[in-house]
């Protein structure tokens, strides 16, 4: 009986283990900047990628041809990190930033719309309308600000008292949702900087995420909490299951019709969840820096593709497709 009670134990714990091991094969990828990236985004239908390194600044890849479409240069004159890229939902746009300052890149025709400078705060993230004139920025002084570039619009948006980590723009600008140090993820009008919805944590908020239709949002904090709203009833549709302490994210994003949820982490890890449920669909481990030490990439970004993949980016300057097993 002690054989037989031991083999079943067993059998258990291999399974569970099953479920947290995370796979390394991946179907393609792109080594694109093989000394490193500070920042790495891709498009929505992860057909390009908009990186930043130091060797070669802002570089504009389409990861279908498999090859450079343009060298956007520096952002600024004195050639500052670029530390946060966002491209907008169309693909059409882009914002870059730095600490203390950002630009808008027309990817159409590879070129800056402008380059404009905080003075108040860190830039700690950013994000970008499909028209690329609407930019939204989550800053150290607990500010968050919605800038109009072409009518020069400025709201600030002071209902965090702490740093505001993570933000998110609707594709049309028109509703913002940012997460901070407060505990507190706040949805919000652009148009009046009225609060529509608050979403409390009880750690500080890292992570935040907005569906393209409105339909669902997505806040994590610094602990094991994790949520995905309804945006209709304003009530949580699922948390995130995982037997992790922690579950920080770098990243996260939608699939277009909102039933997956895609994550990465710091720590080279991307996941993909089912948005109902909490269920981690499946799991994979990006391919680290040569030679670092331990060896790991932070997960900058990932998005789904048209092939049913998700595709990642990492500060390994890699670009991975991951075939997900739904």
């Known amino acids: 009986m002690r054989i037989i009670f031991n083999s079943i134990i067993i059998t258990i714990v291999i399974t569970a283990l099953?479920?947290?091991?995370?796979?390394?094969?991946?179907?393609?990828?792109?080594?694109?900047?093989?000394?490193?990236?500070?920042?790495?985004?891709?498009?929505?239908?992860?057909?390009?990628?908009?990186?930043?390194?130091?060797?070669?600044?802002?570089?504009?890849?389409?990861?279908?041809?498999?090859?450079?479409?343009?060298?956007?240069?520096?952002?600024?004159?004195?050639?500052?990190?670029?530390?946060?890229?966002r491209i907008s939902d169309n693909g059409r746009f882009a914002v870059t930033a730095t600490q203390i300052n950002f630009a808008v890149w027309d990817l159409a025709w590879t070129q800056a719309e402008g380059l404009w400078s905080i003075s108040d705060g860190l830039i700690r993230d950013v994000d970008i309308a499909s028209n690329?004139?609407?930019?939204?920025?989550?800053?150290?002084?607990?500010?968050?600000?919605?800038?109009?570039?072409?009518?020069?619009?400025?709201?600030?948006?002071?209902?965090?008292?702490?740093?505001?980590?993570?933000?998110?723009?609707?594709?049309?600008?028109?509703?913002a949702l940012s997460g901070g140090n407060d505990y507190k993820a706040h949805l919000w009008d652009t148009r009046t900087g009225q609060i529509l919805k608050t979403f409390e944590h009880e750690q500080r908020i890292n992570r935040v995420a907005l569906q393209r239709d409105g339909k669902f949002a997505f806040t994590s904090d610094g602990g094991n909490q994790a949520i995905v709203w309804d945006l209709t009833t304003g009530k949580e549709l699922s948390k995130l299951r995982s037997f992790s302490r922690q579950l920080i994210f770098s990243t996260a994003r939608f699939s277009d019709d909102g039933n997956y949820l895609v994550t990465g982490t710091p720590s080279s890890r991307i996941m993909i969840w089912d948005t109902h449920t909490g269920k981690r669909v499946d799991g994979f481990e990006a391919e680290p820096l040569k030679d670092t030490r331990p060896p790991r990439?932070?997960?900058?970004?990932?998005?789904?593709?048209?092939?049913?993949?998700?595709?990642?980016?990492?500060?390994?300057?890699?670009?991975?497709?991951?075939?997900?097993?739904?």
């Open 18 to 85: 099953n479920g947290c091991f995370f796979s390394a094969q991946d179907s393609q990828r792109w080594t694109i900047e093989p000394k490193g990236t500070t920042s790495f985004a891709l498009s929505r239908d992860a057909r390009f990628a908009l990186l930043y390194s130091k060797e070669h600044q802002l570089v504009l890849w389409d990861l279908d041809e498999g090859q450079e479409l343009a060298s956007l240069g520096a952002q600024d004159p004195q050639a500052s990190t670029v530390s946060r890229i």
């Open 132 to 175: 690329g004139d609407q930019v939204l920025l989550g800053l150290s002084n607990g500010k968050a600000i919605y800038v109009n570039l072409v009518t020069g619009r400025r709201l600030e948006f002071l209902a965090h008292n702490e740093k505001v980590n993570s933000v998110a723009l609707s594709p049309n600008g028109r509703f």
């Open 297 to 326: 990439a932070v997960v900058y970004d990932a998005a789904f593709d048209s092939q049913n993949r998700v595709i990642s980016g990492t500060s390994a300057g890699i670009a991975q497709a991951w075939d997900v097993d739904y």
